[in-house]
C-alpha cells in the first residue's frame, strides 16, 4: 500500500539534460593491464575528460556486480569496467570468469530498461594508453547523451 | 497424457517401502491443505504419516526449498547426523534438487528423489480470475485435468485446465523430473509444448521506456517482504546480501532504489540456478511479474553459455567457469 | 456507550456529497479503491464512486499510522535538519472492517501507552476511522472466535452498515460525533427498521463464521512452550514474513541511519519475528536459531504474551495470514482447542 | 663465502635467470648493456600463440626485479674481463655515465619535456623522435633517463644544461665517468641474446631504398598500442593504411648468400602473429606470407598458423622471392612470385614486412671471447646435446638466443635451467642474509582512526596543473584526518623522513600518498610506513599524476576538483584498512619427481646437486624412459653412453630415492607441504614440490599398411634396426635400393591436431645414418613442412646435399601406400615435376608422431593441475612460465608438457629444478598479504569460490562443509570474492566495505 511513507522514490526525471552538467564516471581497473593502459596514457599526456574517477582492483574478476547497482543507485552516472584482454590475465582466468558475469549484467540492466551507455566493460592492455582514453571518452559522450542517471538512484 | 493410474496411491506406496526398507529418514511431500486449492508442503517421518500424501496438481510448492535447512552448517546439534530425504518432485523441483546437490547444499547419497509426472499446477490467481470474486469452499481434479470447484453459494464450477494452470507449467520444457531415484507413475516425456521465452523476446523487442515503466510499475508492488525469496530453493544464503551489514548493500527502506536494488541484485544471482518453477510468483501477496524478470535470465544463461539449470549433475555451474570464445559481443571498444 | 448515541442514516445517493464535503473540509479521505480483483486503500479524490461490497482491504490499514517506511528524522554532517515535511494533515479512514479498526485499537494499546510514540499519536489524533461493518466474511475469517464480531466498534469513531439503498452510520467516540455533526445536513436520524436490518446482517455475516472457544489459550500456550505444537507450522514454514506484514497488529520496528554523501536520515522500517535476523545478535549468536522459536515467538506474542502485557489477544481474525501464506500454515489449526 | 652469481644481459632470458636466482636467494648482479631492462620483448606488440600483449605480461616482471632485495641492477654496462674460475670468479664491469644521479632522480620527467634535442628514438626504430635525455620507454626499469652522449649539447659543444637548470633534485650530473666495477660470483649466466639481421645486406629487397619497405620488429613497433602510429597500421611513404602486405620470410636466415644457414626458428610465427593482429585492426587487408616452410613446431602453434590462414583469411605461399621492385609513381612494391601452379604471376603490395632472422652480433661474440668460451658455425655459443645451458666452462652457463635462436618460452625454460645450473655451483655456500630490521610494529587497535595525507607535487608535474596547497587544505577538512602536508617530492629520500617523523609526531595510524601511480611507489611508502612502526598496509595510493594532472594539463581547475576527490576516496577506504600480515609456512626441503625418463632423472639430479632430497618415482621396473629407444642424437652420436652414466648418477646420488616400478596413489597438501602415498609403500612421503615428468609416448600407426607388411616400420623400429647394424660389414641396408620416409604420420591430423615436433629431425637424422651405411641408397623424404628448426637445420641442408631427396605433399593429397607385386608400392604428387611418382622401397618409415601419456588425465585429477586439448600437461602460462603451473609447488618438464628432443627436454628439466628450488631455498613461504578471507556465518559451501580459483587456493572443510583458504596459495585476485553471492568470502585490502566506501565518497 505504502500510501503515506515519506521516502524519497526515484529521483525526478528532468526532461532536460542541463547545459552545465558534467556526468560522474566511476572506472573499476584491474592492477595489471588497465590501470597501467591508465597510466600509460597520463605517461604519454593523453588529455582525456576529467569525469572519471578509477578505483583501482587487482583484477577485473574482483568486480562484484553488486558494486555496479551500488553505484548506480548512488547516483554515478555511468560505471566502466576495465581488464585485461582475454588471455592476458595476471591471475590466468580472472578475467574470462568476469566476462561471464559482465555478459549477463549488461543484457539484465539494459532489460530492465536502463541506458546501455551507463554501464560498459572494456579491454585495454598495458601498451593501450590511447585506447584507455579513447573509450573513456567513449563512454563519457556516451552518457552526455543521456543524460543525468536517474532510474535507479536515490536521494535521502 | 493424462496419467491413468492414481498417483497418489502409488506415492504413499513407494512411501511405505522407503520407510519399511529404512531407506529414508524423512519424505517431503503434499497433504491436503486448509485451503480448497492449496495442497501444501508436508514432512512425514515414519510410515504413520504416509497415507496423508497426495500428488496432483493443487500440490504447486517447490519443496526443494526446504533441503538446504535439513543440511545446514550451523546449528547442528550435537551427535547430528545427516538425514536420508525423500523427496516428491515434479521436474521443475528435482531441476532444483540436482542444483542444490551441485551447491552443495544436499549430499546426493541422502537424496531419494520421487520423480512424479506433472503437467502442470494450479494457479490460484487464475481461478479466483475465473471465479470473478466467488468464494469455493473445495475443489479436485477431474478426470480430464479440469478443476471443480464447490463455492460457497452452493453452486459449482468447472475451470479448464488451460484457464487453470500456472503460466510456468504451460511453457514447462521438464514435464518430468530429469534427474530421479524412483518415478512414480508413467513419463509424459513430451516437450512439445515448450516454447521458449516468446514473452521474453517480445519485452526485448520493446523499446527501452516501455521496458522501464513496467519494471518501475511492477517493483512498486513489492512491499520488501522478501516471500520471493524465502519460497525461492535457490536463495539458500545463509544472510541474504539484501540484510548483510558490513558492508550493507542495501537500505532498509521501501524506497523504490532499494527494492529495485534488490531485486536487480536477487534475480542476476539465480544466473544458472533459476528453473523458472514459480514459486517466487507464487508467494508474491503483491502479484508482482517477477517471471518476465526472471526468465531473462534463464534466456541468457541458455543463449550465452548454452547452460540450463538442473538437468545434469555434472556441468560446472555456468558463473564458475568459462570457455575462451565466450560471447564478447557487448564489449566497448574505442 | 453506543446506545447512548443516535445512529444516523444516509441516503446511497448522497453519499458522493458527503466525500467531497470530507475532502472540501480539509480531510485527506482514504476509501476502498479496486485494484484487478483486490480492495485496496487509496488515497480518494472528491465525488468517488465508492461502495462497501468487497470483503476486506488486501492489507490492513496498519501502515498508515505505522509506516513500513518513515523518516524518524534528518540529519546533515551529524546535525538534526528540522524536517519540513512532517505531516500534520487531518485524515478520514474509510471503509475499514471492524477487525481492522479492532486492530488499531490493540495498536493503540502499544504505541498511546505512557509515554507515547509521538509518531504514532499525532497519525492516530488526525484520523477518523469510519469502519464497514462486515457483511461478506471470507472462508479464512474467523473474527467471533477472538473476541471480535462482524460490527464490533472498538477502535472505530464511526460504524457503517450498507443497508442496500442507504447507510447506517453509528458514532461510536465523541471525536466521531463531531465528526457526523459537522456533515449533519447530508444526513438524517435513522429508522427503527434500518437498525434491525444491521443487526439481521451482522447476525448472519457472524453464523458464516465457524467459532473456535478459545477461553484460557494464553495458558495453554504458555504451558505448550516446549511441546511439539510448533512442530508442523514451522517445519513448513519458509519464513517469509508475509503473515506479519499482513497481520493488523504486527506491530515490530526497526530503526536504521543511512547516508549518502553529507546527509543522512534515521529510519523506522517493519521488522518481522519470522526473520532469522530479527533476533540475530551482533555477536553473532541467536537466540531464535531456527524457524520453531520464530513460530513459535509469533504464536506466543500474540496469544500469550499479550493476554500478560495488555489483557488482549493480539489477533483480531481477519485470516490474512491464512489466505496469503505461501505454504498453507493455517494459524486457526495452531490455536484450536 | 656467500651464494653469489653474474647474468650478463637483461633481456627476458636474463631477467628470468636473475629472478630465479634471488628466489634461490643468491645474490645476482643483472648486468646489462642498455639503459633499461627488459630486451627486444619490450618492443614487441604481442607474443604468439596467445596474442598475450607483450608488455602487459613483460612489465610485472621488470619492477619485481627492480625491487628484489637479492637482484642488483647494473645498466649502461659491460663486461670487461673475467679473472678465477668456479665458484670464485671476478669481472670487471665497466659502467658508463648515465649523467643523471640514480639515487636523486625521481624519474619525474622535466629535463625531458626542456631539452631542445630530439633524436630518433631506439625504442620505436628510429621511426619517432626522443629527446636527447629520455627515458627509454614508458616502463623502463631503472625508470631515469639517460642523457645521449653522442648529441646531448653541452657534452659536445659546452654550453646549454637547460636540463640541468630545471632539475629541482639537482639529479643531473655531468661529471659523471665511466667507471670499472669488481664484482665477485659464484656463477656465471650469459644471457646477452642476439641480433636482428640487417636487410640492407639483402640489397634485392630495397631496404632503406624503398620507403615501404620494413623489418619486422620495425613492424612490431607499428603495430603497437605504445608504438609510433599508436597501432595505426600505416606504411611510412604516405602515411595510408595499406591494403596489401607482404612478409618476406627468412630473410638472413636459411641463406648461404649471407652466411647464414641456420633457421631463425621464430620468424613463421611472429609472421603469422602480425599477420593475425593487422587483420583484427583492419579485416580488409590482404597479407601474403612467403616462405619455404612454415615452422608451426612448438605447442598450440599449428592451431595458430590455421587461425592465421582460415579464420583470418592469410596467404601463405611457398617460395623465396628473389627481389622486391618499386613502382616509383605509388611507391608501391611488385613482387614475382610462383603460384603453386608453377606459373609466375607479378603481384603489388603496399607493404613489404622482411621477416629478419636472429644473428650473433659482434658484441655477442665479443663477450664469448672474453670469457674464452667456444662459439660454433653459426656464431652461436656452443653447447652440448646432452649439456645445453652449459659452455664448456665450469660454472659458466649460457641461455636464450646467445646459444641459438629461439622464442620466449625456449629462452625462459633456459634461464630457468641456467639458474638451477648456477645454482648447484654455490649450493656449497652461505646465503646473505638480506634482511631489513624493522622497529617492532605499532599496535593500533583501540585507536581512534588518524590519517595522514601527503600530497606530492611531483616538481612541476603535479603542482602545475593540481592546485596541491588548495587539495592539501582540504585534506585537512576530511573526517579522521589528522594531518595533512604537501611535498615537493614525496617519493624522495628527505620526504620518506618528513612522512615518518609525522606519523610519530601525530600519532598517525593511517596514511594517504596522493602522488604518482601504486604500481611503481607503493612499495617505497609502505616500506616508510613499516620502518616508522606502522604497519605497511594502511596505507592508500591517490593516482594524481598519472591519472589526474598529466591527462587534464588543460583543466587544472577540473583536475584539482578530481585530485580532491580521489584523495577523499583513498582517505574513505584506508580509514577502514586493518594491518594484514603475510602468513609464513614452513617447507619441506625436498622433492617428489613423477617420471624416471631423461627429464625426471635430469630434473631429480639437478635438486641433489643443489642439495635437496629427491624422491623419484617411475612406474616402470626401469629408469630411462623414451631415451631407451633413441639411439642417436642429430650429430651422429650414441645417446647409451650417456644415459647409463646419468642413470648410474641417479642411483648412486645419496639425496635421490629411487622407487621403480612404483606408482604414485595420492597426493594431498600444497606447495611446501605435499604428502604422497606410493602403491605399497605404507610411509608417506612428504615434499615440498612435485615435478611431473611423465613424458609421452609413440603414436602407433593404423594407416600406410602398418602392421600388415613388415618392410613398413616406425623411425623408432628404423633406429632400432640402425643401432643393431651399427659397424657391421653386411648390413641389411647395404643391400636396398630405396628408402621411403613418411613424414606427419599422427600429427597435424584430426585426431592430433599439433606437430610432434621431432619428427622432421629424426627423419633427417635416419636418413643421414642410411646414407652413412650405404651412400648409393635412395632415400625419399615425403613432408608437408620440414620443421627442422634452428640450427637444426644444417643437417637438413647436409642431407639435401647428401643428395636425399624431399618431396612435399600436401594435407588434402597424403602419399598413397598399396601393395602390388607383393611389395609396398608409395604414390605422391611430385610438384616440382607436377607428375605423380611412384616408388617401389625396400623399406617404408613412418614418423610416427608423439601423443600424451594415458596417465595424464588421472595424474591432472590427481594434482589439480590442467591438460591441453591434446591432453599433455597445460602450463601456468605459455610465454613466461613455461614449466609452472598455476597451482604453486608443481612443475612440469619434458614430454608431458609437450613433445622435445634431447635438448630441450633437459633444458626444461632443469628449468623445473630451477623453479622447484626457488620454493625449497626458502625456509618458510610468505604468502601475499592481501588474501581471501572466508566469513564462515555466511558461508554455505557452495564451492563456487573452489571453482572460480585458479590457484586452487580454496576447499570445502571436510568436517564444516564451508570454505577455507589456503593462504599460502592465494594470490588475492578477488574472483572468488566477486563469485560469492553470499559476499562470505572477501578479499583483504580490496574488501567489499572499503571498495564501496571509497565508492560512497563519488
Known amino acids: 500500500m505504502k500510501t503515506e511513507n515519506p521516502k524519497s522514490e526515484i529521483r525526478n526525471p528532468q526532461s532536460e539534460i542541463p547545459e552545465q552538467w558534467q556526468p560522474k564516471i566511476l572506472a573499476f581497473l584491474c592492477n595489471w593491464c588497465s590501470y597501467a593502459g591508465a597510466d600509460l596514457a597520463g605517461v604519454s599526456r593523453i588529455q582525456y575528460p576529467t569525469n572519471v574517477r578509477v578505483i583501482r582492483v587487482p583484477c577485473s574478476g574482483r568486480i562484484n556486480p553488486l558494486f555496479i547497482f551500488s553505484a548506480l543507485r548512488q547516483g554515478i552516472d555511468g560505471v566502466l569496467v576495465s581488464g585485461c584482454h582475454p588471455g592476458d590475465c595476471h591471475y590466468i582466468s580472472g578475467n574470462l570468469v568476469a566476462r561471464r558475469k559482465f555478459a549477463l549484467l549488461k543484457n539484465w540492466l539494459e532489460y530492465v530498461g536502463i541506458e546501455p551507455e551507463r554501464v560498459q566493460f572494456s579491454w585495454v592492455s598495458a601498451a593501450e594508453g590511447g585506447r584507455f582514453a579513447e573509450i573513456l571518452q567513449k563512454v563519457v559522450d556516451g552518457v552526455k547523451q543521456v543524460g543525468p542517471i536517474q532510474k535507479l538512484t536515490k536521494d535521502i | 497424457m493424462r496419467q491413468k493410474t492414481n498417483l497418489s496411491d502409488e506415492l504413499k506406496w513407494v512411501a511405505r517401502k522407503l520407510f519399511e526398507e529404512n531407506r529414508i529418514d524423512l519424505l517431503i511431500g503434499y497433504e491436503k491443505g486448509t485451503l480448497p486449492l492449496h495442497n501444501r508442503p508436508c514432512f512425514v517421518s515414519s510410515v504413520e504419516g504416509v497415507d496423508k500424501l497426495v500428488w496432483d496438481s493443487l500440490c504447486a510448492n517447490n519443496l526443494a526449498t526446504y533441503l538446504p535447512r535439513l543440511f545446514t552448517r550451523t546449528h547442528r546439534p550435537k551427535g547430528w547426523k545427516p538425514p536420508r530425504v525423500a523427496i516428491v518432485a515434479k521436474g521443475c523441483d528435482a531441476r532444483s534438487v540436482v542444483g542444490l546437490i551441485k551447491e552443495k547444499q544436499a549430499p546426493r547419497e541422502n537424496i531419494v528423489i520421487l520423480g512424479v509426472p506433472c503437467d502442470g499446477v494450479v494457479d490460484l490467481r487464475k481461478i479466483e480470475d475465473a471465479l470473478d470474486g466467488a468464494c469455493p469452499v473445495s475443489a479436485k481434479v477431474a478426470e480430464d485435468g479440469s478443476i471443480m470447484l464447490q463455492l460457497d453459494s452452493g453452486k459449482s464450477v468447472q475451470v479448464s485446465r488451460e484457464k487453470a494452470l500456472f503460466d510456468a507449467c504451460s511453457d514447462c520444457p521438464y514435464p518430468d523430473a530429469p534427474v530421479f531415484d524412483i518415478r512414480i507413475g508413467r513419463e509424459i516425456g513430451d516437450k512439445s509444448a515448450r516454447r521458449p521465452f516468446k514473452d521474453v523476446e517480445e519485452f526485448e523487442a520493446k523499446s527501452p521506456e516501455p521496458r522501464w515503466k513496467y519494471f518501475l510499475e511492477e517493483m512498486s508492488k513489492c512491499i520488501r517482504c522478501y516471500a520471493c525469496r524465502q519460497a525461492c530453493p535457490n536463495c539458500y544464503c545463509p544472510t541474504c546480501f539484501a540484510e548483510q551489514t558490513q558492508p550493507k548493500w542495501l537500505g532498509v527502506g521501501a524506497d523504490l532504489p532499494e527494492v529495485m536494488y534488490f531485486h536487480l541484485g536477487r534475480i542476476f544471482h539465480q544466473a544458472g540456478r533459476c528453473v523458472d518453477c514459480g514459486a517466487c510468483v507464487r508467494a508474491c501477496p503483491m502479484g508482482i511479474d517477477l517471471r518476465i524478470f526472471t526468465r531473462k535470465m534463464v534466456k541468457d544463461v541458455q543463449e550465452l553459455f548454452g547452460y540450463e539449470a538442473g538437468i545434469s549433475l555434472d556441468e560446472p555451474p555456468p558463473l564458475c567457469t568459462f570457455k575462451m570464445e565466450d560471447d564478447e559481443s557487448f564489449i566497448t571498444e574505442p | 456507550m453506543a446506545e447512548t448515541i443516535t445512529a444516523r442514516a444516509m441516503e446511497k445517493k448522497k453519499f458522493a456529497d458527503f466525500t467531497r464535503a470530507i475532502v472540501d473540509n480539509g480531510y485527506q479521505l482514504y476509501g476502498p479503491a479496486i485494484e484487478g480483483r483486490e480492495a485496496i486503500i487509496a488515497q480518494i479524490a472528491e465525488q468517488a464512486d465508492v461502495s462497501f461490497d468487497y470483503r476486506n482491504f488486501k492489507m490492513s490499514p496498519k501502515d498508515l499510522f505505522l509506516s513500513q517506511s518513515e523518516v524518524l528524522c534528518r540529519f546533515c554532517r551529524g546535525e538534526i535538519v528540522p524536517d519540513a515535511a512532517a505531516d500534520d494533515g487531518r485524515r478520514v479512514l474509510l471503509g475499514i472492517r471492524p477487525c481492522d479498526a479492532k486492530a488499531i485499537s490493540l495498536m493503540d494499546k502499544v504505541f498511546l501507552q505512557e509515554p507515547a510514540d509521538s509518531y504514532y499519536k499525532r497519525k492516530r489524533d488526525n484520523t477518523v476511522v469510519i469502519s464497514a461493518v462486515c457483511s461478506s466474511p471470507e472462508d479464512t475469517c474467523f473474527c467471533t472466535s477472538v473476541g471480535g464480531s462482524p460490527a464490533s466498534t472498538e477502535g472505530s469513531d464511526i460504524l457503517l452498515t450498507d443497508l442496500g439503498e442507504s447507510y447506517l452510520l453509528e458514532p461510536v467516540t465523541p471525536k466521531g460525533e463531531d465528526f457526523l455533526n459537522r456533515f449533519s445536513s447530508l444526513t438524517r436520524n435513522a429508522s427503527k427498521n434500518e437498525v434491525r436490518e444491521k443487526e439481521r446482517i451482522v447476525e448472519e455475516a457472524a453464523s458464516r463464521m465457524q467459532k473456535m472457544d478459545l477461553e484460557g489459550i494464553a495458558e495453554r500456550f504458555a504451558k505448550a512452550f516446549e511441546s511439539d505444537l510448533w512442530d508442523t507450522p514451522s517445519q513448513r514454514c519458509l519464513g517469509c514474513g508475509i503473515c506479519t506484514y499482513f497481520c493488523p497488529t504486527c506491530h515490530c520496528f526497526d530503526v536504521t541511519d543511512e547516508t549518502l554523501h553529507e546527509n543522512g536520515r534515521r529510519l523506522r522500517t517493519w521488522d518481522s519475528c519470522m526473520y532469522s535476523l530479527f533476533t540475530l545478535h551482533a555477536s553473532g549468536h541467536n537466540p531464535r536459531p531456527s524457524q520453531r522459536e520464530r513460530t513459535r515467538q509469533r504464536f506466543m506474542h500474540k496469544f500469550s504474551y499479550s493476554v500478560d502485557n495488555y489483557g488482549e489477544l493480539f489477533c483480531v481474525g481477519c485470516g490474512r495470514c491464512i489466505k496469503h501464506c505461501p505454504v498453507n500454515i493455517d494459524l486457526r489449526e495452531v490455536i484450536a482447542p | ?1002
Not at chain 4, 641492477?73 to 673475467?82: C, L
Not at chain 4, 617523523?501 to 610506513?529: D, M, Y
Open chain 4, 1 to 1002: 663465502m656467500e651464494k653469489t652469481a653474474l647474468v650478463v644481459g637483461a633481456g627476458i632470458a636474463g631477467i628470468q635467470a636473475a629472478l630465479d636466482l634471488a628466489e634461490m636467494k643468491i645474490q645476482t648482479y643483472l648486468v646489462e648493456s642498455g639503459p633499461s631492462i627488459g630486451g627486444r620483448m619490450a618492443q614487441l606488440d604481442k607474443t604468439f600463440p596467445t596474442n598475450d600483449c607483450a608488455m602487459c605480461i613483460l612489465s610485472p616482471k621488470l619492477v619485481e626485479a627492480a625491487s628484489h632485495p637479492y637482484i642488483t641492477i647494473i645498466t649502461d654496462a659491460e663486461i670487461q674481463g673475467i679473472s678465477g674460475e668456479a665458484p670464485d670468479f671476478h669481472v670487471k664491469v665497466l659502467r658508463r655515465p648515465r649523467f643523471v644521479d640514480a639515487e636523486k632522480c625521481t624519474g619525474c620527467g622535466v629535463c625531458m619535456t626542456k631539452c631542445p634535442v630530439r633524436i630518433p628514438d631506439p625504442y620505436n626504430k628510429g621511426l619517432t623522435k626522443t629527446k636527447c635525455i629520455h627515458i627509454p620507454f614508458p616502463q623502463a626499469v631503472p625508470a631515469i633517463p639517460i642523457i645521449d652522449k653522442e648529441t646531448c649539447i653541452y657534452l659536445n659543444r659546452g654550453k646549454c644544461r637547460v636540463c640541468e637548470k630545471f632539475c629541482e633534485l639537482k639529479a643531473i650530473d655531468f661529471n659523471q665517468k665511466e667507471e670499472v666495477l669488481d664484482l665477485e660470483a659464484g656463477a656465471i649466466v650469459l644471457a646477452a641474446g642476439s641480433a636482428e639481421f640487417d636487410a640492407t645486406l639483402k640489397d634485392e629487397y630495397g631496404y632503406k631504398t624503398f620507403p615501404n619497405v620494413m623489418t619486422s620488429i620495425e613492424y612490431e613497433r607499428i603495430l603497437s598500442a605504445s608504438g609510433p602510429t599508436a597501432g595505426h597500421v600505416q606504411r611510412p611513404s604516405d602515411g595510408k593504411e595499406p591494403k596489401k602486405i607482404a612478409f618476406l620470410q627468412c630473410v638472413g636466415s636459411r641463406d648461404m648468400q649471407v652466411g647464414n644457414r641456420y633457421c631463425s626458428a621464430i620468424c613463421c610465427m611472429q609472421a603469422a602473429k602480425d599477420a593475425i593482429i593487422t587483420k583484427e585492426h583492419s579485416p580488409d587487408v590482404d597479407i601474403a606470407i612467403f616462405n619455404m616452410d612454415i615452422r608451426a613446431y612448438g605447442k598450440h602453434f599449428d592451431k595458430f598458423i590455421d587461425r592465421a590462414r582460415d579464420e583470418h583469411g592469410t596467404r601463405f605461399i611457398r617460395g623465396r622471392i628473389s627481389s622486391v621492385e618499386v613502382d616509383p609513381k605509388t611507391e608501391n612494391l611488385i613482387i614475382r612470385h610462383n603460384m603453386d601452379s608453377g606459373r609466375l604471376v607479378e603481384e603489388s603490395f603496399d607493404l613489404v614486412v622482411l621477416s629478419v632472422g636472429l644473428v650473433s652480433s659482434s658484441e655477442q661474440r665479443d663477450l664469448a671471447r672474453k670469457f674464452g668460451i667456444k662459439l660454433n658455425g653459426d656464431g652461436f655459443i656452443a653447447s652440448d646435446i646432452f649439456a645445453p645451458v652449459n659452455t664448456g666452462i665450469p660454472g659458466i652457463f649460457v641461455c636464450g638466443s646467445l646459444a641459438g635462436p629461439k622464442d620466449i618460452p625456449e629462452s625462459v625454460m633456459q634461464a630457468s635451467a641456467a639458474a638451477s645450473a648456477a645454482a648447484g655451483v654455490v649450493s656449497g655456500y652461505e646465503t646473505r642474509l638480506i634482511k631489513r630490521e624493522f622497529p617492532p610494529e605499532r599496535d593500533i587497535r583501540g585507536e581512534p582512526v588518524r590519517i595522514g595525507v601527503f600530497i606530492c607535487h611531483c616538481g612541476i608535474n603535479i603542482a602545475s596543473t593540481v592546485d596541491v596547497e588548495a587539495a592539501t587544505e582540504y585534506a585537512r577538512t576530511l573526517p579522521h584526518v589528522a594531518y595533512a602536508d604537501h611535498l615537493l617530492f614525496a617519493c624522495s629520500q628527505d620526504s620518506q623522513k618528513v612522512i615518518g617523523e609525522a606519523i610519530k609526531e601525530h600519532g598517525l595510524n593511517r596514511v594517504v600518498v596522493c602522488a604518482c601511480t601504486p604500481r611503481t611507489h607503493e612499495p617505497l611508502f609502505q616500506s616508510t610506513l613499516r620502518e616508522y612502526g606502522l604497519n605497511p598496509y594502511l596505507f592508500e595510493f591517490g593516482n594524481i599524476r598519472e591519472q589526474c594532472s598529466w591527462v587534464h594539463q588543460k583543466e587544472p581547475e577540473k583536475a584539482t576538483e578530481k585530485a580532491k576527490e580521489l584523495l577523499r576516496m583513498a582517505a574513505a577506504k584506508v580509514a577502514r584498512l586493518e594491518p594484514l600480515y603475510k602468513m609464513s609456512l614452513p617447507v619441506t626441503k625436498s622433492a617428489l619427481v613423477i617420471g624416471g625418463g631423461l627429464a625426471g632423472m635430469t630434473a631429480a639430479l639437478d635438486l641433489a646437486n643443489q642439495g635437496y632430497p629427491v624422491t623419484l618415482v617411475e612406474k616402470e621396473g626401469v629408469l630411462g624412459g623414451n631415451l631407451t629407444k633413441v639411439h642417436y642424437t642429430l650429430d651422429g652420436a650414441e645417446t647409451a653412453p650417456f644415459l647409463e652414466t646419468l642413470i648410474e648418477k641417479v642411483k648412486s646420488n645419496d639425496r635421490i630415492t629411487v622407487y621403480a616400478g612404483a606408482r604414485v596413489k595420492e597426493i594431498s597438501g600444497y606447495v611446501g607441504n605435499f604428502k604422497t602415498t606410493l602403491e605399497g609403500v605404507l610411509q608417506p612421503i612428504e615434499h615440498g614440490v612435485v615435478i611431473v615428468a611423465t613424458g609421452a609416448q609413440p603414436y602407433e600407426p593404423s594407416e600406410y599398411l602398418y602392421g600388415e607388411d613388415s618392410r613398413v616400420l616406425t623411425q623408432e623400429e628404423l633406429e632400432d634396426m640402425l643401432k643393431e647394424n651399427e659397424g657391421k660389414e653386411k648390413s641389411p641396408f647395404s643391400g636396398m635400393k630405396s628408402v621411403v620416409m613418411i613424414q606427419c604420420v599422427g600429427s597435424r591430423d584430426e585426431e592430433h591436431p599439433y606437430c610432434s615436433r621431432i619428427c622432421c629431425t629424426t627423419a633427417v637424422k635416419n636418413a643421414l645414418k642410411l646414407k652413412e651405411s650405404n651412400p648409393d641408397l635412395s632415400v625419399y623424404v615425403l613432408y608437408r613442412d620440414m620443421r627442422t628448426y634452428g640450427l637444426k637445420e644444417n643437417y637438413y641442408q647436409e642431407a639435401r646435399n647428401k643428395g636425399i631427396i624431399f618431396i612435399r605433399y600436401e594435407e588434402d593429397e597424403k602419399p598413397v601406400v598399396a601393395m602390388n607385386a607383393q611389395r609396398p608400392e608409395v604414390k605422391v604428387r611430385d610438384r616440382v615435376l607436377n607428375g605423380i611418382l611412384a616408388i617401389h622401397p625396400d623399406l617404408l618409415v613412418l614418423s610416427a608422431g608423439v601423443v600424451a601419456n594415458p596417465d595424464n588425465p588421472w595424474l591432472s585429477q590427481l594434482l589439480k593441475v590442467p591438460l591441453d586439448a591434446d591432453r599433455f600437461f597445460l602450463e601456468a602460462h605459455v610465454k613466461l612460465r613455461p614449466v609452472d603451473f598455476a597451482t604453486d609447488g608443481v612443475f612440469v618438464c619434458g614430454m608431458a608438457h609437450y613433445p622435445k628432443d634431447i635438448s630441450e627436454t633437459i633444458s626444461q628439466a632443469r628449468a623445473a629444478a630451477g623453479r622447484a628450488a626457488t620454493v625449497l631455498a626458502k625456509t618458510e613461504i610468505e604468502a601475499e598479504g592481501k588474501v581471501s578471507r572466508v566469513r564462515a556465518e555466511r558461508c554455505s559451501g557452495c564451492g563456487a569460490c573452489v571453482d572460480v580459483c585458479a590457484y586452487k587456493a580454496i576447499e570445502l572443510d571436510p568436517v564444516k562443509g564451508i570454505a577455507v583458504v589456503n593462504e599460502a596459495l592465494c594470490k588475492g585476485c578477488g574472483a572468488c570474492a566477486a563469485s560469492c553471492r553470499m559476499n562470505a568470502i572477501d578479499l583483504k585490502g580490496f574488501a567489499d566495505e572499503q571498495i564501496l566506501a571509497a565508492l560512497a565518497e563519488l
